[in-house]
């Protein structure tokens, strides 16, 4: 495929593009969460495996606490994802949030 053309959604997104990425889980995210880094690590895993793949991922950020426990468990539907990948990925996305 021509590359411009997958460029194009990035560019019409400017500036935000570089940045729009989900928080990689590290010790301080751990910390700060409560939650261990492996089961941080596995939600963070699930999440790009599948939180991107019929519609863009949308970032912890962009959706409230509240809002995402009730989203989670629906797209988790929507994904087929087992209930401990399903955990795992509640568990990071509210870790991501701090
Ligand atoms: C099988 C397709 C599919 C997968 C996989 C999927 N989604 Fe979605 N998602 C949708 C559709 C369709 C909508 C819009 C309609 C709706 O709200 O149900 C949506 C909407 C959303 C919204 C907006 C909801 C709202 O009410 O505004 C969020 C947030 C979201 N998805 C997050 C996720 C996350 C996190 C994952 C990873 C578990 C995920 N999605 C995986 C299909 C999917």
Not at 57 to 84: F, K, Q, T, Y
């Amino acid at each position: 495929m021509n590359k411009a053309l997958v460029f194009l959604p990035c560019l019409l997104l400017l500036p935000g593009c570089a940045t729009k990425t989900a928080p990689v889980p590290d010790a301080t995210m751990a910390g700060r969460s409560g939650t261990k880094l492996g089961t941080l690590q596995r939600g963070h895993a699930v999440y790009l495996a599948q939180c991107g793949r019929c519609h863009e991922p949308i970032l912890p950020a962009d959706v409230s606490r509240d809002d995402w426990h009730v989203v989670v468990p629906g797209m988790s539907w929507n994904a087929g994802i087992s209930e401990a990948d399903e955990q795992a990925l509640t568990a990071y996305i509210l870790a991501a949030k701090k």
